[in-house]
């Protein structure tokens, strides 16, 4: 079964630390992604990826990077933590075959807390 | 630049009566419409999509989707609603012209099933 594994469910950083999220998938997709959710603003696109080393910005790429070295691992990094950037944060991954008429994978997400 | 909307925030339904939950989309070209489901500190769970083919969709338990090309819209219903329907969902369109085929998602409606 596909699997999406996003390493910390809970996350609790404070103000101006470097924050890495990582996210792991075993079904040898070509694309990652990665959203931020927040109550009543849906999925917001942050960073994509359609191979490695390749990286795009999504929607709100600002204070964030990505690293993508290995095809199955997509890192999002908050360079410098702001208590603005607390939300919950959700990995996905898709194959690029058919088209793209493939669903998303999700992990289960990362609720990180910026205090 | 595609886009989503959901216009309820919440829709709330008894048991055993029928359901929908209501999404426009605004693309260019032919859409790849999804919906996707969320529980409680969950990530998104794919239910169905549509691609190209007859206007009604079935997907996973027991929901269905309208596709109306007229009314640019993408309505999920399900005959006889449980308690067990009761999550966030999203509907999505993906834009396969894309590095990755990015999807935009809508900002979500509650469902709430009452016994």
């Known amino acids: 079964d596909v699997k999406v594994t996003q390493s910390s469910r809970y996350l609790v950083k404070r103000t101006g630390e470097k924050v890495f999220l990582e996210c792991v998938q075993d079904?040898?997709?070509?694309?990652m992604f990665w959203y931020r959710q927040d109550p009543g603003l849906g999925l917001r696109l942050i960073y994509f990826?359609?191979?490695?080393?390749?990286?795009e910005k999504g929607d709100i790429p600002e204070g964030y990077s990505v690293s993508r070295e290995k095809k199955e691992r997509f890192s999002l990094i908050l360079e410098s933590a702001s208590t603005n950037q607390t939300s919950m944060y959700l990995c996905?991954?898709?194959?690029?075959?058919?088209?793209?008429?493939?669903?998303?994978?999700f992990g289960n997400g990362t609720r990180l807390t910026v205090t | 630049a595609q886009s989503v909307a959901q216009p309820e925030d919440q829709v709330k339904v008894a048991e055993g009566n029928p359901l929908t939950v209501k999404c426009t989309y605004s693309?260019?070209?032919?859409?790849?419409l999804f919906w996707y489901v969320q529980y409680p500190n969950r990530g998104l769970q794919f239910l169905l999509k549509?691609?190209?083919?007859?206007?009604l969709v079935k997907g996973s338990y027991g929901f269905e989707a309208e596709f109306n090309k007229s009314q640019t819209s993408f309505h999920l219903k399900k005959p006889s609603a449980l308690v067990s329907d009761s999550a966030l969902y999203f509907c999505?369109?993906?834009?396969?012209?894309?590095?990755?085929?990015?999807?935009?998602f809508g900002d979500g409606t509650t469902l709430t099933v009452k016994p």
């Open positions: 996905a991954s898709s194959p690029t075959g058919q088209g793209f008429n493939s669903p998303l994978h």
């Open positions: 990826s359609y191979d490695v080393k390749m990286k």
């Open positions: 549509y691609i190209t083919g007859d206007n």
């Open positions: 079904m040898d997709h070509e694309n």
């Open positions: 693309v260019s070209g032919n859409p790849y």
């Open positions: 999505a369109v993906r834009d396969f012209r894309t590095n990755a085929g990015k999807s935009t």
